[in-house]
């Protein structure tokens, strides 16, 4: 590009404005060189390597750290031997029991709901968000590769290791979204160097206290003044039906029920395999959010403000 002063002064525009974003926690996202369209594949979510496609860990970064199963769905999903603990579609992954710090516990005047543990929908993302267990701690998993159902609850690291990756060096360590695991490269002065993009912002925790409040639920009062109603509902979820096709589509932001009634979990604002922005082919939305929060729609579909 040819210098000059206007470029000078947009490029200078165009920093404030991403540094802004960043630190006001608008809904924009930190440059990834996945397509972000099509597939799960081409997203964050995939833990497989993917070089070759343009986007994912590069071998020599990743293989000593985590399972390359080379199968994107496995690290969250089997098709047989899944996790019956907890009522998640063919769950594959581990659920470590925990107690979490719900955001009621931090004592704001103003919530009027009652707040519970997270449930299972919420579980699922928090089984590697927050930190606690390896991205790639399965039950089952691929091919001959290796079945525990004691990996339901506990990873162990024995059973892990016996993955033989046909692509590269074997795993030494699983590491889990946490400062001395993918952090140790993936954050500003990490332990590792290594110059990988910052992950923090990624590493929710177990303190949900500053988190939107999860296993909250919905006031059912109502069209309310505060909230507005969702407008279906089966067994087990109400959502925000917004073509009226009865079917709870991936971008209607919905409501989960796991026995305390309908609740705001992870998943009725996220879509952990992407949501097109419009139409079939198009670009994600921007952190796998089922709607857009530009003009903070996001919230204004349960909002009323
Ligand atoms: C009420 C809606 C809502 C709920 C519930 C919710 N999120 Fe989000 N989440 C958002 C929005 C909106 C953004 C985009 C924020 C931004 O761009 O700064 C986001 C961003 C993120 C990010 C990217 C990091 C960041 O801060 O931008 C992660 C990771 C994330 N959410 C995980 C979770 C997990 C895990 C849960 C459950 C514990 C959860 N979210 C619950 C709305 C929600
Ligand atoms: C990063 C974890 C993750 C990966 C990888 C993943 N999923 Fe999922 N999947 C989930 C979660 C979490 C749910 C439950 C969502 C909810 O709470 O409603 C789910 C739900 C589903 C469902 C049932 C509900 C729905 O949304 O249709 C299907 C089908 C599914 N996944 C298929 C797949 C397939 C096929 C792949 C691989 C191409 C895949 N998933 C990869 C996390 C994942
Ligand atoms: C298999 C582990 C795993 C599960 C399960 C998982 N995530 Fe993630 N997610 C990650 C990792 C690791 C990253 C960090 C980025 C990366 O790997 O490139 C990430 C990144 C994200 C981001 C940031 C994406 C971006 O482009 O800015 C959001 C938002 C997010 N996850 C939300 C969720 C939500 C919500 C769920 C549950 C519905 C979930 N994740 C389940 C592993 C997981
Ligand atoms: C030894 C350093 C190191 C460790 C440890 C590490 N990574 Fe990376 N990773 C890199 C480097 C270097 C890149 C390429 C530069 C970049 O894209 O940030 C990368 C890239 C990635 C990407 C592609 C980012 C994108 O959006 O294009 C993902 C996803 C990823 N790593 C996930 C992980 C996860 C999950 C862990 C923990 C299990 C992890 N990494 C641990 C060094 C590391
Ligand atoms: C799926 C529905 C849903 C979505 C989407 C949603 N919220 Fe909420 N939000 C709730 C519920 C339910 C409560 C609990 C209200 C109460 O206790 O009075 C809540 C509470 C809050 C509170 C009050 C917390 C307090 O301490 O009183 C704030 C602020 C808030 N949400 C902001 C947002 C923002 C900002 C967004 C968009 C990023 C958003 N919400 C998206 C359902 C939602």
């Known amino acids: ?30 440059p990834t060189k996945f397509s972000n369209r099509g597939s799960i594949a081409n997203t964050r979510h995939n833990m497989t390597q993917r070089q070759a496609e343009g986007g994912g860990p590069a071998a020599t970064n990743m293989d000593p750290y985590r399972n390359d199963y080379q199968e994107v769905c496995v690290y969250c999903h089997t098709p047989h031997g899944a996790n019956s603990n907890v009522a998640l579609p063919l769950w594959n992954r581990t659920i470590k029991a925990t107690t979490y710090q719900t955001y009621n516990q931090l004592g704001t005047a103003s919530l009027t709901q009652p707040v519970t543990q997270p449930g299972p929908n919420s579980l699922a993302c928090l089984s590697c968000h927050d930190g606690q267990v390896g991205v790639d701690s399965v039950i089952n998993m691929p091919g001959s590769g290796g079945y525990n159902a004691n990996q339901a609850t506990t990873q162990s ?18 590491m889990g979204l946490n400062q001395t695991g993918c952090l140790a490269c993936h954050s500003a002065g990490a332990l590792l160097g290594g110059n990988a993009t910052d992950f923090a912002v990624f590493v929710i925790g177990t303190d949900l206290r500053n988190d939107h409040p999860v296993g909250v639920r919905f006031p059912t009062a109502g069209p309310g003044v505060d909230f507005k109603p969702p407008t279906a509902t089966r067994v087990g979820m109400a959502w925000f039906d917004d073509n009226s096709n009865r079917r709870p589509d991936t971008n209607e932001v919905r409501l989960y029920d796991s026995g305390e009634g309908f609740e705001v979990e992870c998943a009725s604002c996220h879509d952990p395999h992407g949501v097109p922005s419009n139409g079939v082919g198009s670009q994600f939305n921007p952190t796998f959010l089922r709607v857009t929060n530009a003009g903070s729609a996001l919230c204004l579909t349960c909002h009323s403000k």
Do not use: E, Y
């Open 1 to 30: 590009m040819k210098f000059n002063a206007g470029w000078l002064l947009g490029g200078l525009v165009a920093v404030l404005l991403s540094t802004a974003w960043v630190t006001a926690g608008a809904d924009t996202d930190i």
């Open 157 to 174: 690291d024995t059973f892990l290791n016996a993955w033989n990756n046909s692509r590269g060096p074997d795993a030494t360590r699983h």
